[in-house]
């Protein structure tokens, strides 16, 4: 099973600031088959970021992923306030199709 | 727009079988090159992946695998989730949802609250 790991927990930052979130996973994930969620309070997640890096319909351009194999970022270039919110990584590569235990992104 | 809906009792008593079923709109569970899944989070908690569905069959949580079956009604468009010998720990918003070729989850649904209580 491919464990993943989310940091920091939670991050606090202030409105039009950059937010670094990241995954790692105790195995290489292949293919680059990582997603990136994002969870508002009584909300279902929302697909952001699908192979890493690419973007899911209706994405702003100011989330983006990178990484390969272990590491696995998650960027949001300006934080607004609709951006506040828990953040999920998930692993799609082998059974169980894990997810990371989320950061919490919160205002400052 | 493909959109799902849980539907389903929200109150089960301990030891017996939860059940959930998914109604799909907008699309079509014959519809192939996708997974149609299950997703669980207990209350101020993470996601949990349960399973899925495809054209080649079901594959399940290793900590669940004993206890779920996932089945999908294609006359009906629908897909369902049963959890047997259910205790407090499966008390949870579940979740169904839609996996590309790939398996990043796309759609899913608003989410159903189960509590497992007598």
């Known amino acids: 099973e491919i464990v993943l790991t989310q940091s920091p927990g939670t991050l606090s930052l202030s409105p039009g600031e950059r937010a670094t979130l990241s995954c790692r996973a105790s195995q290489s994930v292949r293919y680059s088959y990582l997603a990136w969620y994002q969870q508002k309070p009584g909300q279902a997640p929302r697909l952001l970021i699908y192979?890493?890096?690419s973007r899911a319909t209706g994405i702003p351009d100011r989330f983006s992923g990178s990484g390969s194999g272990t590491d696995f970022t998650l960027t949001i270039s300006r934080l607004e306030p609709e951006d506040f919110a828990v953040y999920y990584c998930?692993?799609?590569?082998?059974?169980?199709?894990?997810f990371g235990p989320g950061t919490k992104v919160d205002i400052k | 727009q493909l959109q799902l809906q849980e539907s389903g009792s929200g109150l089960v008593k301990p030891l017996q079988t939860l059940s959930l079923t998914c109604a799909v709109s907008?699309?079509?569970?014959?519809?192939?090159?996708?997974?149609w899944s299950w997703i669980r989070q207990p209350p101020g908690k993470g996601l949990e992946w349960i399973g899925y569905i495809d054209h080649s069959g079901t594959t399940y949580s290793p900590s669940l695998k004993s206890r779920v079956t996932i089945s999908v009604d294609r006359s009906k468009n629908q897909f369902s989730l049963k959890l047997s010998s259910v205790t407090a720990a499966d008390t949870a918003v579940y979740y169904c949802?839609?996996?590309?070729?790939?398996?990043?989850?796309?759609?899913w649904g608003q989410g159903i609250l189960v509590t497992v209580s007598s």
């Open positions: 192979g890493a890096s």
């Open positions: 907008g699309g079509s569970v014959r519809s192939g090159g996708y997974s």
């Open positions: 949802a839609r996996g590309s070729w790939f398996g990043d989850l796309g759609y």
């Open positions: 998930q692993q799609y590569d082998s059974s169980p199709r894990t």
